[in-house]
């Protein structure tokens, strides 16, 4: 990932709402949730989510898609990974105790579920 990108990214997760929206779109997993739904669940007026979902899309971090009357919004894992690549990419510096808690938080993750579904 090239830097520029990643600060765009880190900049678009840098807001509260946003990181709700992001962070519920991870948990949503490959199905994703539809705009008005995501409104319900943070009760956000739609003017904000969209600006908030529109942010997130210029940063790659979510996609969209039509289905009927509704857009679908779902996170997009390969972008999020390659974020979390690059924060991690010179991780440690030979302490591999360092990164223990991440190894731990990614060990109890539901990242197999959404990487098979």
Known sequence: MEPRN???????????????????LIQAGPDGLAAGEIARRLDTPPNTLSA?????LNANLVENRRDGRSIIYTARYEDMSRLLEFLMEDCCGGSPEICERLSAVLARSHCEDVATA
């Not at 990643?6 to 519920?24: D, K, N, Y």
């Open 52 to 56: 908030n979902l529109n942010i997130l």
């Open 6 to 24: 990643a600060v765009a990214s880190l900049s678009a997760l840098a807001h509260e709402g946003r990181l709700a929206v992001f962070r519920m």
